[in-house]
């Protein structure tokens, strides 16, 4: 089925229609949930501007239901063979069932807006997923951080040995990149969160549509007005939001290399259970960290997407093109893929082993050279200059005598970790998701009674 066949003499060539189509079925099972949210938001509207009667409704509002609730949410959903995407299916669905009937939903609506708005329902629901595993990704690492942090560990610039470090002012390093993450993710989630729905094609309807109405049953904070930059929000939006995944992803990627590192025989900072890493067919020695290797290859493909997007959008000319279908083949599955990413390096990081007594190495006495300078400088009142000349001489002549401790206090140092501040840091930016608002309109789609008020002709849920 293809709801823009005119039944005309002239078939549809299947060569074109396996090339254009490709793998679009398949990944629009994943809008399915969208797709009805938007048509019951959509027909509610019509109801309210009169191209819907009551009973009309009723019968389609309650099959819409059926269909989310008894076949969606319980993967008994398919797309038939034939038919060509989400939203053919779904009016198929409705129109073998109810008749002429499900043929009326899509008064008002192209499949242009259509799948714009599945794909930012889509968005909200996925952002909400990952905000929350890799909170609790971020709340891991904070307690690691407070277990391991009397637990000195080497600093290194231009991989050489330069300052103490410790394992709790790693973690937290960490868990502060989180923060600045989640401030990419809150800004990319407020440009979704507009609707699009009515500007049809590209150019609106000369059907009364009210867009203000879709906008408050679909809990969106307010309109896309413009119905052409509505349709050129198509690209820059994927963009935008792939990018705010791919810092996160960066993150990932940075702190799976560390391990890579710390887990080498050459530094020996940390290791795992022998059951969650890997050997070699020949070298019985071998302990490889291919999971970490795993995630840095995966986030570091994800940090390519927003390039991809901006290469297939950037020359297109305002209005819709079919260039749009590829960057959907590649941006959907990235929102799975980072959610795994998080959950493995969670699964990982709570059977680390940290080794205790890294700096006792006497490999690692230089690390301590700048406190010998600032033992000078507070001690015996040396300007930090002949103080750095001093050390230097002392460790060019081989008589430098290091005192293996570290003396930091000020804010976000060895000594003073500054944990709790970060933490609410983060609890700060998630507030200003209301991922709630969401959970309540999807719940009063799918779930309540509607009613409408005869004066003003709104909906009444109860």
Sequence with gaps: ????????????????????????????????????????????MLKSI??????????????????????????????N??????????????TNRLGE???????????????????????????????????????????????YKNILMPGYTHYQIAMPSSFGLWFAAYAESLIDDFLLIRTAYRIVNKNPLGSAAGYGSSLPLNRKMTTYLLGFDDLNYNVVYAQMARGKMERIVSESIASLARTLSKMAQDICLYLSKNFNFISF??????????????????VFEMIRAKCNRMTSLPNEISLISSNLCSGYHRDFQIIKERFIPIFEEIKKCFSMFKYML????????????????????????????????YSFREAYKKVGKDIQNGCFKPFKKSFYSHE????????????????????????????????????SQINFDASSKNPIFF
């Excluded at 066949?5 to 229609?17: G, M, P």
């Excluded at 063979?81 to 409705?94: K, R, V």
């Excluded at 899509?106 to 968005?123: A, V």
């Excluded at 595993?133 to 277990?147: H, K, N, V």
Aim: hydrophobic share 40%; charged share 30%; glycine share 4%.
């Design 1 to 44: 089925m293809k709801i823009w066949d005119k039944k005309t003499n002239c078939s549809f060539n299947k060569k074109i229609e396996n090339f254009t189509s490709d793998k679009d079925s398949k990944i629009d099972l994943l809008l399915a949930p969208h797709d009805v949210i938007g048509t019951i938001a959509h027909v509610i």
């Design 101 to 147: 009937v499900g043929k009326k939903i899509h008064s008002g609506r192209s499949r242009n807006d259509q799948i714009l708005l599945d794909l930012k329902l889509f968005i909200r629901t996925e952002i909400k997923e990952i905000v929350s595993i890799s909170y609790s990704f971020f709340d891991l690492l904070l307690r690691l951080s407070e277990q």
């Design 273 to 290: 259970p022998d059951s969650l890493t890997t050997g070699s067919s020949i070298m019985p020695h071998k302990k490889n960290p291919d």
């Design 350 to 381: 709570n059977h680390i082993i940290v080794k205790k007594d890294i700096i006792q190495e006497d490999k690692y006495e230089y690390l301590f050279s700048v406190e010998a300078v600032n033992k000078l400088v507070i001690e015996e009142g």
């Design 412 to 447: 976000g140092s060895i000594g003073n970790l500054c944990n709790t501040q970060i933490k609410n840091l983060m609890q700060n930016v998630i507030k200003e998701f209301d991922f709630d608002k969401i959970e309540k309109v999807i719940k009063r789609l799918i779930y």
């Design 81 to 94: 063979e034939g038919i060509e995407d989400i939203h053919s299916q779904i009016e198929f669905l409705l």
């Design 50 to 79: 009169g191209l819907l009667n009551k009973k009309d409704l009723k019968i389609l509002i309650y099959e819409l239901r059926n269909i989310y609730v008894n076949e969606i949410l319980k993967n008994n959903f398919k797309i």
